[in-house]
């Protein structure tokens, strides 16, 4: 599938003005490593530190203008990206090693988020409270904090920096967007789209980079927030460093084992396809893909048989033709971590159920792709490959045999974002919804698929529980108390006396 298209020339956007660098890295796409996507502007401190200052300074005109004309910027976004939805799929698909369908799907998902921010601009905003002085009317009002950095990971790459920009922009903020070099393409884009529906200069700046650029961004004292999807070790580094500043929010989206419950009344068919979505879809790339599949002693050996016999049949190859169910992993750092893990798990005692690895036949061999491993394991706490992050297609089957159980092992790793119960008694599913540690609970559902307008985090080491989506009005706004005297003497609130 080599790509026809010219590779896409990498510039950072400052200020409204777009910037060449010297120093510069490539982007390839993960489903053959020929196809070059583009080559892109190494970001470095001065270009963080420029990007923050354009943003900085255009903060207080944007902050300033009616909420409702800020959200109609947005309106002009939906109907760009509506013209849009193949080109950026397809450039996503090369980008990222996504399926077609499934790039469709995240075009869609950030269109959602931009609607919903067009909405919600003629919503109401704020509170009117009472107050205990019958002449005080008392408020509770939102302002926006100011420059909000944006740092967003490579599988997501279209809706997560809309889930982030949206709300961010909304409430009056402006942003620099630092893209993962794995997909600065998209990144790149998405800039273009916001320029086109007429966004004034410096509300959105853009710098691509490493962690070096990302680093100076978090380290800049005029960024108020920083909102982050990614790796835990990476998250945390950003709370730490951000600890040196005391209003600053850091809303992190970090790792995850997220895992489905199959409980011993589960429809077995509905559970089996539950399963292969949730471990499977995007290559078990998402931050919310099951590493682990929990399942009820008396259902196992069933599960197993079936589950098997689906995985196998899954279709991986080129991420253009939509008849494979997923293409490959992101690079050559994934393969190498995915099939180590793979080797882990024996070594840790699992029976092996379909050996995963990599695929180097004509379809494969020019890109990243590996086939799914799965295996059988009993709990044990000691047991990392049970516990531990893998971010491909790597999935345990546990056993359980009683809820508690089930409860136990699924709390049982350092993180908590997202949950599926399979089951038809809806006294188990309540006991799961209050017992486990998560932030997104499906039920009879895979424990992928969040919907824009809910809350999107997790619990533990998966998040400091400031929700992304919808929920991120949180993060980029701080609440103001707001309380306005209509008498003419003063009366104060307590009974506190105010006679002078
Ligand atoms: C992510 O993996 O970082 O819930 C986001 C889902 C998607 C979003 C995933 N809507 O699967």
Same mark, same amino acid.
């Given at each position: 599938?080599?790509?026809?298209?010219?590779?896409?020339?990498?510039?950072?956007?400052?200020?409204?003005?777009?910037?060449?660098?010297?120093?510069?890295?490539?982007?390839?796409?993960?489903?053959?490593? #020929?196809?070059?996507?583009?080559?892109?502007?190494?970001?470095?401190?001065?270009?963080?530190?420029?990007?923050?200052?354009? *943003?900085?300074? *255009?903060?207080?005109?944007?902050?300033?203008?009616?909420?409702?004309?800020?959200?109609?910027?947005?309106?002009?976004?939906?109907?760009?990206?509506?013209?849009?939805?193949?080109?950026?799929?397809?450039?996503?698909?090369?980008?990222?090693?996504?399926?077609?369908?499934?790039?469709?799907?995240?075009?869609?998902?950030?269109?959602?988020?931009?609607?919903?921010?067009?909405?919600?601009?003629?919503?109401?905003?704020?509170?009117?409270?009472?107050?205990?002085?019958?002449?005080?009317?008392?408020?509770?009002?939102?302002?926006?904090?100011?420059?909000? /950095?944006?740092?967003?990971?490579?599988?997501?790459?279209?809706?997560?920096?809309?889930?982030?920009?949206?709300?961010?922009?909304?409430?009056?903020?402006? *942003?620099?967007?630092?893209?993962?070099?794995?997909?600065?393409?998209?990144?790149?884009?998405?800039?273009? %789209?916001?320029?086109?529906?007429?966004?004034?200069?410096?509300?959105?700046?853009? !710098?691509?980079?490493?962690?070096?650029?990302?680093?100076?961004?978090?380290?800049?004292? #005029?960024?108020?927030?920083?909102?982050?999807?990614?790796?835990?070790?990476?998250?945390?580094?950003?709370?730490?460093?951000?600890?040196?500043?005391?209003?600053?929010?850091? *809303?992190?989206?970090?790792?995850?084992?997220?895992?489905?419950?199959?409980?011993? #009344?589960?429809?077995?068919?509905?559970?089996?396809?539950?399963?292969?979505?949730?471990?499977?879809?995007?290559?078990?790339?998402?931050?919310?893909?099951?590493?682990?599949?929990?399942?009820?002693?008396? %259902?196992?050996?069933?599960?197993?048989?079936?589950?098997?016999? /689906?995985?196998?049949?899954?279709?991986?190859?080129?991420?253009?033709?939509?008849?494979?169910?997923?293409?490959?992993?992101?690079?050559?750092?994934?393969?190498?971590?995915?099939?180590?893990?793979?080797?882990?798990?024996?070594?840790?005692? /699992?029976?092996?159920?379909?050996?995963?690895?990599?695929?180097?036949?004509?379809?494969?061999?020019?890109?990243?792709?590996?086939?799914?491993?799965?295996?059988?394991?009993?709990?044990?706490?000691?047991?990392?490959?049970?516990?531990?992050?893998?971010?491909?297609?790597?999935?345990?089957?546990?056993?359980?045999?009683?809820?508690?159980?089930?409860?136990?092992?699924?709390?049982?790793?350092?993180?908590?974002?997202?949950?599926?119960?399979?089951?038809?008694?809806?006294?188990?599913?309540?006991?799961?919804?209050?017992?486990?540690?998560?932030?997104?609970?499906?039920?009879?559902?895979?424990?992928?698929?969040?919907?824009?307008?809910?809350?999107?985090?997790?619990?533990?080491?998966?998040?400091?529980?400031?929700?992304?989506?919808?929920?991120?009005?949180?993060?980029?706004?701080?609440?103001?108390?707001?309380? !306005?005297?209509?008498?003419?003497?003063?009366?104060?609130?307590?009974? %506190?006396?105010?006679?002078?």
């Amino acid at each position: 599938m080599l790509s026809k298209n010219p590779p896409v020339k990498g510039k950072q956007l400052i200020a409204g003005q777009w910037h060449e660098a010297t120093a510069t890295f490539e982007s390839r796409s993960p489903a053959n490593r #020929d196809d070059l996507v583009g080559v892109f502007p190494s970001g470095d401190a001065k270009q963080a530190s420029d990007a923050v200052a354009a *943003a900085k300074s *255009a903060f207080g005109p944007w902050r300033r203008m009616s909420r409702i004309h800020r959200a109609e910027f947005f309106d002009r976004l939906a109907q760009i990206i509506h013209r849009e939805i193949e080109p950026l799929a397809v450039l996503m698909a090369r980008e990222a090693g996504k399926n077609i369908t499934e790039c469709r799907a995240e075009v869609v998902e950030g269109l959602h988020m931009v609607q919903y921010v067009f909405g919600t601009g003629r919503m109401p905003v704020g509170e009117i409270v009472a107050s205990e002085i019958a002449e005080k009317d008392a408020f509770i009002r939102r302002k926006p904090w100011g420059v909000v /950095a944006v740092i967003t990971p490579w599988n997501f790459p279209f809706a997560v920096p809309l889930w982030m920009l949206g709300p961010s922009l909304l409430e009056g903020n402006t *942003a620099v967007f630092k893209p993962s070099e794995d997909t600065p393409a998209v990144g790149q884009r998405i800039v273009e %789209l916001f320029l086109e529906a007429g966004f004034p200069a410096g509300t959105i700046n853009l !710098v691509h980079g490493d962690g070096t650029v990302g680093e100076a961004l978090v380290r800049n004292p #005029d960024i108020s927030v920083v909102l982050f999807t990614g790796s835990y070790d990476v998250g945390r580094r950003i709370q730490q460093i951000s600890a040196d500043f005391p209003d600053r929010i850091v *809303a992190a989206e970090m790792g995850s084992k997220s895992a489905v419950i199959v409980c011993d #009344d589960a429809r077995l068919d509905l559970a089996v396809s539950a399963g292969i979505i949730s471990a499977f879809k995007t290559s078990g790339q998402r931050c919310v893909s099951a590493g682990r599949l929990i399942v009820a002693e008396k %259902l196992v050996d069933a599960y197993v048989e079936k589950f098997v016999a /689906a995985a196998r049949k899954i279709r991986i190859g080129d991420p253009l033709n939509a008849a494979n169910f997923t293409g490959p992993v992101i690079n050559e750092t994934a393969v190498e971590k995915v099939t180590s893990y793979n080797a882990l798990s024996r070594k840790e005692g /699992a029976e092996i159920l379909l050996e995963g690895g990599r695929l180097t036949g004509a379809d494969h061999k020019l890109g990243c792709y590996l086939s799914p491993h799965v295996y059988r394991i009993k709990h044990d706490p000691k047991t990392r490959c049970i516990r531990e992050e893998v971010f491909g297609p790597h999935l345990a089957i546990i056993p359980f045999a009683t809820l508690d159980d089930a409860i136990r092992i699924y709390n049982d790793t350092d993180f908590g974002l997202s949950m599926g119960v399979i089951t038809e008694n809806y006294r188990t599913m309540r006991l799961l919804r209050d017992e486990c540690n998560y932030g997104m609970g499906y039920v009879n559902l895979p424990c992928i698929g969040a919907e824009v307008h809910l809350p999107f985090g997790g619990v533990k080491k998966s998040g400091n529980g400031h929700p992304s989506a919808a929920g991120l009005v949180e993060a980029v706004t701080h609440k103001i108390a707001w309380t !306005v005297n209509h008498g003419l003497e003063i009366k104060m609130a307590q009974g %506190l006396t105010a006679e002078v």
